[in-house]
């Protein structure tokens, strides 16, 4: 089969790629490179590319943007793909109010350019599309939690695994990114409701592993690991450091595409991230940094937190476990910072300096 992989450099695209080729597809990766245009050479996702063209057979690279209608058009005319893994975006929550119109236009109109070739060209493929917790912008928020000595955590009981979605989308901070991804997130379900394809959206919440080009503003845990093994400081934003994340790791992501792809569905929207099993205050991130690497983090506290940002955030999978019971995760937090860590020490060893 020939899978169509967008952001094919990024974390999430590049895993898809490698992942779904060992398998035996054919791989189109498409990538402009954008991430470093977004946040600077940090952001530069050549590395990987370079990786993939010297490691993934049957792979091809196409340097398109998505928000050129026309090439993407073209590029679903010259070929018949089995699936769409729609992965390449602006991906941060504070940069998207300095770019407003380049969020936009690649995140809410670059997946319309997708899906209506999609529709044109090859209406049968499954499309998955990467959407994000930032969805339900800040009303995770409002539900009352409990103060720890290290995090945060839900004081009711029937939050225990998490949220699911039934969360309300709207009538929330979203920050504009978070917008952006509503607007694309609900066209995807109208092109599976409407127009019957099977397309998904995977609601994110923090996807992590060692091929994230992290930077301060994207990426957290690639971004601490790396400040901290770099010897450089990391600052928290806000809430005290007790702020929870879920963490998974990019191989369990792109599995559940796998599955979805296996048995698709048309319409479908599903939370996905580390869940109970898998999930860290940024206090607790440094203690398993700490304890990894044998060295103490420099760290500064900002009290101002950033807008719109999660105090609690937990993704409760059950609606995605019940349709794909044989998917379950295979790495939690602890192995991911074990593997950032041991990565981080290999480099700095190939690389002095
Ligand atoms: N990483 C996370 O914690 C997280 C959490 C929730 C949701 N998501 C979502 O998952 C998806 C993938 O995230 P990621 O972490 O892999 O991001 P990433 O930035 O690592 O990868 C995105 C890729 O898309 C490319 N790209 C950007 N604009 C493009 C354009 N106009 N045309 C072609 N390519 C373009 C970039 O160059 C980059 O390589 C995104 O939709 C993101 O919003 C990520």
């Not at 597809?25 to 063209?53: C, E, Y």
């Not at 959206?201 to 093994?229: D, Y």
Request: net charge neutral.
């Amino acid at each position: 089969m020939e899978i169509l992989v967008t952001g094919s450099s990024g974390l999430i695209g590049s895993e898809a790629v490698e992942y779904f080729a060992r398998r035996g597809s054919r791989i189109h990766g498409l990538d402009n490179n954008m991430r470093a245009d977004f946040f600077g050479p940090q952001g530069d996702t050549t590395w990987r590319l370079k990786q993939l063209v010297e490691k993934v057979k049957g792979f091809t690279h196409h340097a398109l943007d998505i928000r050129d209608r026309a090439a993407i058009l073209d590029l679903f005319s010259r070929h018949r793909f089995g699936a769409v893994i729609h992965c390449a975006a602006q991906p941060s929550h504070d940069l998207a109010k300095d770019r407003p119109f380049d969020d936009f236009d690649v995140n809410a109109v670059g997946t319309l350019n997708l899906l209506e070739a999609a529709r044109q060209r090859c209406p049968d493929a499954p499309f998955v599309f990467m959407s994000t917790n930032k969805v339900y912008g800040d009303a995770p928020n409002e539900m009352a939690l409990v103060e720890l000595p290290k995090r945060w955590d839900y004081a009711d009981q029937t939050l225990h695994e998490g949220i699911d979605e039934t969360m309300r989308i709207d009538r929330s901070k979203h920050s504009l990114f978070g917008a952006s991804k509503v607007a694309a997130d609900v066209i995807v379900q109208e092109y599976g409701r409407y127009f019957g394809m099977a397309t998904a959206c995977f609601r994110g919440g923090c996807l992590t592993g060692p091929n994230h080009s992290g930077v301060e503003l994207h990426g957290f845990l690639s971004f601490l690991v790396k400040t901290a093994m770099r010897g450089k400081t990391f600052t928290i934003f806000g809430y005290k450091g007790k702020q929870v994340r879920d963490q998974i790791h990019s191989v369990d992501v792109v599995r559940a595409f796998e599955a979805f792809i296996e048995a698709p569905r048309a319409g479908e929207v599903y939370n996905l991230g580390g869940g109970r099993e898998s999930n860290a205050s940024i206090l607790e991130c440094f203690d398993m940094i700490e304890a990894a690497a044998g060295r103490k983090i420099d760290w500064r506290y900002d009290e101002r937190n950033r807008e719109g940002d999660h105090i609690c955030y937990i993704s409760n999978m059950a609606k995605f476990r019940a349709h794909y019971p044989k998917w379950s995760l295979t790495r939690r937090v602890g192995d991911i910072v074990e593997e950032m860590v041991r990565l981080e020490q290999s480099n700095s060893v190939a690389v002095p300096g």
